[in-house]
């Protein structure tokens, strides 16, 4: 889920000249070929993220910035995440371990704490290690936004074994 965001722009100004960005809506992604239709290294395509048409093993990095959110924003009880958005995110996030290659890596940025995501990615089937870390400034009242890493290949430490069989 791109939408409109600039960050697949910035990563090809940063000399990531490989980028493929998806989104749901085929106006948004219209909208972003048409902008930035003179980076050629830039492809867009109109998809759904629980039914991606990518080939296994296609990408070395997925990204995504808030995307995962979606599947949660109807829930009333993030201690009791409603088995229908439980399943939507596991689908997800297997379709995501189906297309990274081994050694490949997932970064997931977002503003769910840890206590509520790590459950959904710790995951033995996916084939991942989990490590996360908390971004954003000192200041005690900034909201904190946090970055997980999934490693593809490599196993999950005992204590997010644990926290994944809790859903």
């Known amino acids: 889920g791109c939408g409109n965001s600039a960050l697949s722009h910035d990563l090809y100004e940063l000399g990531y000249t490989d980028v493929t960005s998806i989104d749901f809506s085929a106006a948004c992604i219209a909208a972003m070929r048409a902008r930035y239709a003179r980076c050629p290294g830039l492809r867009w ?7 991606l048409t990518f080939p296994d093993a296609s990408f070395d990095v997925v990204l995504e910035k808030g995307t995962l959110d979606v599947l949660m ?4 009880d993030p201690w009791h995440v409603s088995p229908q958005a439980a399943a939507a995110m596991r689908r997800v996030l297997e379709e995501v371990s189906r297309v990274l290659r081994p050694g490949g890596c997932f970064i997931s940025i977002t503003f ?3 206590h509520f995501r790590k459950p959904h990615y710790a995951q033995e089937a996916f084939g991942w290690s989990l490590r996360h870390a908390a971004c ?10 946090f970055l997980y890493v999934m490693r593809k290949g490599q196993p999950l430490e005992p204590q997010d074994v644990a926290l994944g069989r809790r859903l």
Do not use: K, L, S
């Not at 395509?45 to 039914?51: E, K, S």
């Not at 924003?73 to 009333?76: C, F, G, L, Q, S």
């Not at 954003?136 to 936004?145: E, L, R, T, V, W």
């Open 112 to 114: 769910a704490q840890p």
């Open 45 to 51: 395509a109109v998809m759904d993220i629980r039914a």
């Open 136 to 145: 954003g400034d000192g200041d005690a009242g900034a909201f904190h936004y």
């Open 73 to 76: 924003v109807e829930e009333t």
